[in-house]
């Protein structure tokens, strides 16, 4: 039988190591020359001297160099106008992760087809043959994903974004108010909106690399926002209010409904938010009103 190879310990486990950005070695050079020693930026960086000496070296090529996030070098078959789409790309899925909206697979590639063709047309001299030259495949998406960072997440609620520790806190302060103002359970109220989802929606979504989750969807179309109240009892349910993205919907139109007759307070706008200025009209035209009648049957202090 052949020996056995003997393994060194120290090679255990140690793969390649990824190749360096273009934008970690600008941030090098930056923090070079900003008086860090090549020592220092070695064990931070876990490099060899001579991997960060070769990228001082060429500082001023990489200063000059504009590319999207995650590329590691500048190859000429790669068109400069891709690096504008794949920048802008990061900016546009920002954008929509600040709206709540989910970004897929399919999404991020149609956008990506759609910025290139705009930014092809903006050239001067550019053809319409130059328009089909990117094809912005599953397999450009598998490369920009690893290059850029972005990563695929489940969506949750409101609970991505809440924060759990003050609520916690919050919860003998509340009590030891009630305590004090000697409220009933049938004084003390909860009121909270949630979103109605006409259509179901995917529940995953990609999110930039800083991002670690996301919080609940707010979609333009085919959801309503509802606000709901009760007592602490549960014998006082104040009317809704409800927010649809249409003022009168075609099927009011053509059934002949009348939103003052609704057991809801009907109100739009174009995202279906509920704004300050419609939850101010609920609290005054419909909360205060329903309580102060409750209160008054109930021959309670006309206190809530």
Known sequence: MSPKKLVAKD???????ATITVEVKKEIIAKHERGVRVVDLVREYGRTSSTICTILKRKEQFKTLEVAKGVTKVNKKRPQILEEVEKLLLVWMNERQLHGDSVSEALVCA?????????????????SEE???????????????????????????????????????????????????????????????????????????????????LPGHKPMKDRLTL?????????????????????????????????????????????SWVTRIFF???????????????????????KA
């Open 11 to 17: 090679s255990v486990g140690k793969g390649k190591k």
């Open 111 to 127: 956008k990506a087809k759609k910025l290139y063709v705009d930014l092809v047309r903006k050239t001067p001299g550019a053809s």
């Open 131 to 213: 328009e089909e030259i990117f094809k912005a495949s599953r397999g450009w998406f598998e490369k920009f994903r690893k290059r850029s960072g972005i990563h695929s997440v489940v969506r949750h609620g409101e609970a991505a974004s809440s924060d759990k520790a003050a609520a916690e806190k919050f919860v003998p302060e509340f009590q030891e108010f009630v305590a004090e103002k000697e409220f009933l359970p049938q004084q003390v109220f909860n009121c909270d909106e949630t979103g109605l989802f006409w259509k179901k929606m995917t529940k995953r979504t990609y999110i930039t690399q800083e991002e670690q989750s």
């Open 227 to 271: 606000v709901l109240c009760a007592n602490a009892s549960g014998d006082c349910k104040v009317k809704p209010l409800l927010v649809y993205h249409s003022e009168n919907p075609r099927v009011f139109k053509a059934c002949k409904v009348y939103k003052a007759r609704l057991n809801v307070m009907w109100r739009s706008n174009k995202k």
């Open 280 to 302: 101010t009209e609920w609290i005054n035209d419909v909360f205060g009103p329903s309580v102060r009648k409750y209160l008054e049957e109930k021959q309670l202090p006309l």
